[in-house]
């Protein structure tokens, strides 16, 4: 596939990059890091200025009705400045909207997201079924949910929160306001100060029966889906962070002397940039493969071929782009020499959002075996 941005998505990619490098300096994410939250003031900015938490919502339901490459753009951009903002939580909302909500559901909820006035999540970070521990049972003219969810993405502060639950018939996936009677969140203390976890308990939560997405008991392979357009979009974060701390590092080493010269003027140390160089390319060419076939499987009505391997392509834009990040970020502590560690330096920022990550929606070593199992079934 030859793939190149568009005119109108280079203008995305330009935008993005010019307006956070001045809105989202980092002692603005120290800021919102100090007070365990979002930076509130830069997404009333976004949602006003620039409308990227409108990107995936159809035009039909406010939004501007655009696709995963274009998600992906933004993704990158606020990867690179650790943007601590709803975005990402609520991007993957829309997603499971999208693919599990009836038409009324989507009306419902769509507008406000475009609009920036509803944040959301979905309270599931992971691609394993056994992780779903809440518990769900059908009572009067609803249901009644029971349970804790633990590391769920911005979940101290999402107006909605999709839960997936277990009834007898299977999971189901519930739409909750955040203000319903019986539900408690708490802040986790994570590694990772610039993307805030919480906990959630449910005791006795009753919803009313439109507060079901989809058909009770057969949520799982439709979230599935959600995951893997999750994994895609992460892997577009770890991309920009990727990318920043090879450039940090740049930057750092052409002003660092050492016998009279800048010390990126060493043989050793360009090889070790060129190599992180290398694997941010390789990983930004998984990404943006993924987020090619990620739209297809999203619009559902588009090449049904290139939809159906999404599986694959996750797998492989979050493996590529979590290694990716992780190994630039570690050089990066490296390459700017004793000061690499130190909390005045932004590298150590970067190497916790990357070793945070990882684990988020599968592991790169959970996805190579998937590629390995696709690529065995293929095998005549």
């Known amino acids: 596939m030859e793939f190149a941005f568009t005119d109108e998505q280079q203008m995305i990619r330009d935008s993005a990059e010019s307006f956070l490098a001045d809105a989202s300096p980092s002692s603005a994410v120290r800021a919102a890091m100090a007070t365990g939250g979002h930076d509130q003031a830069l997404w009333q ?39 601590p903002l709803p975005f990402f939580a609520s991007a993957l909302a829309v997603c499971a909207l999208r693919v599990l909500g009836a038409e009324g559901q989507q009306a419902r909820w769509l507008p406000g997201l475009a609009e920036g006035s509803l944040s959301a999540t979905l309270a599931l970070s992971t691609p394993f079924a056994d992780a779903v521990q809440v518990q769900a049972h059908a009572e009067g003219q609803g249901f009644v949910l029971d349970g804790r969810l633990r590391s769920v993405i911005d979940g101290h502060s999402a107006d909605l929160l999709l839960i997936p639950a277990r009834m007898p018939q299977g999971i189901s996936l519930f739409a909750v306001p955040a203000e319903s009677a019986g539900l408690q969140r708490r802040v986790l203390p994570t590694l990772d100060q610039t993307r805030t976890l919480a906990e959630i308990e449910l005791n006795g939560l009753y919803l009313p029966a439109d507060a079901l997405l989809g058909e009770p008991g057969g949520a799982w392979p439709l979230l599935e889906k959600v995951l893997q357009l999750g994994a895609v979009a992460l892997a577009a974060e770890q991309v920009g962070g990727a990318q920043q701390a090879l450039d940090l590092t740049v930057a750092y080493t052409q002003e660092r002397r050492q016998f009279g010269r800048p010390v990126g003027g060493f043989q050793a140390l360009k090889h070790r940039m060129a190599d992180m160089m290398l694997q941010v390319e390789c990983a930004r060419s998984a990404l943006y493969y993924a987020a090619c076939v990620a739209q297809e499987a999203l619009d559902g009505q588009g090449d049904a071929a290139l939809a159906a391997e999404l599986p694959q392509a996750a797998a492989l834009a979050k493996s590529q782009a979590s290694e990716a990040f992780f190994h630039c970020a570690a050089e990066s502590i490296q390459l700017h020499g004793g000061v690499g560690f130190t909390w005045e330096y932004d590298p150590h920022l970067y ?20 590629i390995a199992a696709a690529i065995l079934e293929e095998r005549p």
């Open 351 to 370: 190497f916790k959002r990357a070793r945070a990550g990882e684990g988020l929606f599968g592991t790169p070593a959970w996805h190579r075996e998937r």
């Open 45 to 83: 900015r976004i949602c006003a200025e620039l409308g990227w938490q409108a990107l995936l919502v159809p035009e039909a339901h406010g939004g501007l009705g655009l696709g995963f490459v274009e998600l992906a753009i933004v993704q990158e951009q606020l990867g690179r400045r650790l943007s």
